[in-house]
């Protein structure tokens, strides 16, 4: 045995191409890790994201928020998430106005005819399985469409609350389609309590304000945390009634301009009669006041003529009786006054009227 210690078996020589393939799957396994720690390194760098100032967001990992009620909300800033598909961020924006449009009430148009604004030629009836429409309160057809703007106000009730109730996954798109399903709802309902002249001419606020009132109240029903910011609703008959309803719309015009004019020309005769009623109230108040100081100048001179008659009631019957003859006697030719006789006895006047003119005298002959 010493002899084998002493004098060990030379090493067996190794290929050189082995040798290089060793070397190579070395280099190769080296460049795979640093590939792989790479990969790995953007796979985690890439769940970064950024929540903006106006946005909250939700983590779902494999489905499930991570977090429960307000704790599952990221405010504005940066986060970090598992990239997908561990993780999924939903963000929500809390203050940007949403809009959804309704998808009934409205006759077919093509995605081309829609943009370009354009309508489809009237058939000769309407098409109950393309086109929309709803019925009136008094059985009429119209066409309607509206555009409802919303803002979500909780953010937690929006995605949460709402995919609970409905057994979907969480996304805003379940939200969105309550709202729409709302919206197509209130306008139905909403035709079905408007006369027809009320929702195309005479009330549509009206009736834009009733599709309004009845989607919040759909919408706080369900609570998913929205609020309705505005709503507008577009009216119109059916095409194939155009002619129809214009010749109603002029008529109504007329009627309107009519009642204007009757009402302008009431004003103008009611004007006119509180003018004049106001000119002879003011004539008959200055007349009133006019005869109520001669009354009262007439009194008083007649309190001053009392004392005077009581002082000499003789003299004063002789001075008015003066006064009253020379005013009637203002014209006559000779004036006599006759005064009373002092035994009582009445005095025997004699006057003579119509008395002859003057005779001229005559010219007497030249004696010869």
């Not at 928020?65 to 970090?80: F, T």
């Not at 598992?82 to 809009?99: G, L």
């Not at 006369?195 to 109240?217: C, E, S």
Request: charged residues 25%.
């Amino acid at each position: 045995m010493s002899n084998e210690h002493e004098h060990p078996h030379p090493a067996t020589p190794v290929d050189s191409g082995s040798q290089a393939l060793a070397e190579a799957l070395r280099s190769s396994f080296a460049i795979v890790k640093v590939v792989m720690v790479v990969l790995l390194a953007v796979f985690l760098f890439s769940g970064f994201f950024t929540v903006g100032p106006q946005e909250n967001a939700i983590i779902l990992r494999f489905g499930k928020p991570v977090g429960e009620g307000d704790k599952a909300l990221l405010g504005a800033g940066a986060h970090w998430a598992f990239p997908y598909p561990i993780d999924e961020v939903i963000k929500i924006p809390i203050t940007e106005i949403q809009q959804v449009k309704s998808t009934t009430g409205w006759f077919f148009l093509t995605p081309v005819q829609e943009a370009a604004g354009e309508e489809p030629a009237a058939g000769p009836s309407l098409n109950p399985a393309a086109d929309g429409y709803a019925i009136t309160a008094d059985g009429n057809i119209v066409h309607l469409r509206a555009t409802l703007s919303y803002r979500i106000e909780d953010p937690v009730r929006c995605v949460f609350g709402f995919a609970k109730e409905a057994n979907e996954p969480y996304s805003l798109a379940g939200t969105s389609n309550v709202v729409q399903n709302a919206l197509n709802n209130a306008l139905l309902r909403t035709a079905a309590e408007f006369k027809v002249d009320d929702i195309l001419t005479r009330d549509r606020i009206g009736f834009q304000d009733a599709v309004r009132r009845r989607v919040t109240r759909l919408l706080e029903a369900r609570q998913i945390g929205v609020v309705v910011e505005n709503c507008v609703v577009q009216p119109r008959p059916p095409r194939q009634l155009d002619e129809a309803f214009r010749s109603v719309v002029r008529a109504d015009q007329n009627r309107s301009k009519a009642l204007e004019q009757a009402r302008t020309e009431e004003h103008r005769m009611l004007s006119k009669a509180r003018a004049d009623a106001a000119g002879t109230i003011n004539s008959a108040e200055s007349d009133r006041i006019r005869l109520v100081k001669d009354a009262a100048g007439d009194a008083s001179l007649f309190q001053g003529l009392l004392a005077r008659y009581d002082s000499n009631p003789d003299l004063f019957i002789q001075q008015r009786l003066i006064e009253v003859a020379g005013r009637v006697l203002t014209n006559v030719q000779d004036k006599v006054f006759l005064p009373t006789s002092t035994d009582g006895k009445p005095i025997e006047l004699r006057l003579l009227l119509n008395r002859e003119p003057p005779r001229q005298p005559t010219q007497t002959p030249a004696q010869p």
